[in-house]
């Protein structure tokens, strides 16, 4: 059973609809530095794909890997998994500095690409990886787990879709998470590593704003991060909040932190509020507090009345299944690639405004 205390390792899984027969579609899996590569490769298991083959230069975490999915083969190189004729997409949550060159390699050799969030940890690797997915016509898919693999944030999407809340005004996001610093590898204290808190933690945010609001782009009003509570780790940012006005006129606004109290149950209370001309929605996507954890809730409020909807296990987390058909016909079902690299590109642009110098933010 996933560790509902553990973000890092919170790996989700659920009764998918498959989408595609056994050995259809075969995956594999490789640098596997981040535990989200668990939830990557269940979201694509459960809705059909085939796990064949698995790489990674740490002989632990590629024998827990191992262990968890017994019918994976090891193999002693990335080379071996980029050659492979049965293989049409490779799933890594790679340290964040190194996921666009992996993702370039990928690609390059003729596969699909599912990579952890931040895909990018600078502007920079974002235009090489839109120039080779011009070039090869493949798509690079990022895990943006807090909206596609959890079933409240997408029943969200489904009602705001449908006209429920009318047109979306704003989207609030609160994103807080438990540090564990104990448990963290090193690279996860050092900037040029990780990209900062905005390119990381809130490259889910954007993703949600864009979606919920039906945005194609924004402009980033303000941003900040800090480091208020851990000397011991200077590099890291355990705080940051920023602001955002999307081409369509709707707000976004959205709290980023390291500051999960010991005491909550699950490793972070995340909250979601979106307000429309019609109604408005709050998500409260791990947690109901004081009450049921694991949690996964939706509350609805509209001129019918109060409306309050439990998502736990609902959904079947279609975004996967909607990869795997996208990557087979060519379709852009799940999320556009165009959506994939904006999400990742606006939280880059609030990261860099947040580093700014104040004298320099009026120029």
């Known amino acids: 059973m996933t560790n509902i205390k553990d973000g890092a390792n919170y790996a989700p899984t659920g009764a998918a609809k498959q ?18 590569i668990y939830g990557q490769v269940n979201g694509l298991r459960d809705a059909g794909a085939t796990l064949r083959y698995v790489y990674d230069p740490d002989p632990d975490r590629l024998a827990a890997f191992c262990e968890r999915y017994p019918e994976v083969k090891a193999v002693d190189s990335f080379e071996v998994i980029l050659q492979a004729q049965d293989i049409h997409l490779v799933c890594a949550a790679a340290i964040p500095s190194e996921r666009a060159e992996i993702g370039i390699e990928v690609l390059r050799a003729g596969k699909h690409y599912f990579t952890d969030k931040a895909p990018f940890t600078t502007l920079e690797q974002l235009v090489r990886a839109k120039q080779c997915v011009a070039d090869t016509g493949l798509k690079y898919w990022v895990y943006y787990a807090e909206r596609i693999h959890n079933d409240a944030a997408w029943r969200a999407g489904e009602l705001v879709a449908s006209g429920a809340i009318g047109r ?16 963290r590898p090193e690279w996860f204290f050092e900037k040029s590593r990780y990209g900062g808190i905005l390119t990381d933690i809130g490259s889910h945010q954007v993703e949600q704003f864009l979606t919920y609001a039906n945005a194609t782009d924004a402009q980033v009003n303000f941003a900040r991060v800090e480091n208020f509570n851990n000397p011991g780790y200077p590099e890291l940012e355990d705080f940051g909040e920023f602001s955002m006005t999307a081409d369509n006129g ?30 408005s929605i709050e998500l409260r996507k791990y947690i109901d507090i004081t009450g049921a954890a694991p949690s996964s809730t939706l509350l609805l409020v509209d001129a019918a009345g109060e409306h309050r909807e439990e998502c736990l296990g609902q959904t079947g987390f279609p975004f996967f299944g909607q990869l795997i058909l996208d990557c087979v016909n060519g379709t ?12 990742a590109e606006l939280s880059l642009r609030a990261q860099q405004v947040a580093e700014q110098p104040a004298s320099k933010l009026g120029d």
């Open 332 to 343: 852009e079902l799940a999320m556009t690639q165009n959506h994939t690299f904006k999400a």
């Open 250 to 279: 709707a707000s976004f606004y959205s709290r980023v932190d390291w500051y999960t109290p010991d005491g909550l149950r699950t490793w972070g209370d995340g909250r979601t509020f979106i307000l429309g001309t019609e109604g």
């Open 19 to 36: 989408v595609v027969a056994a050995g259809e579609f075969g995956i594999a899996a490789a640098f596997l530095d981040h535990g989200h």
């Open 168 to 183: 979306v005004l704003q989207v609030l996001n609160i994103a807080p998470h438990r540090l564990n610093p104990s448990s």
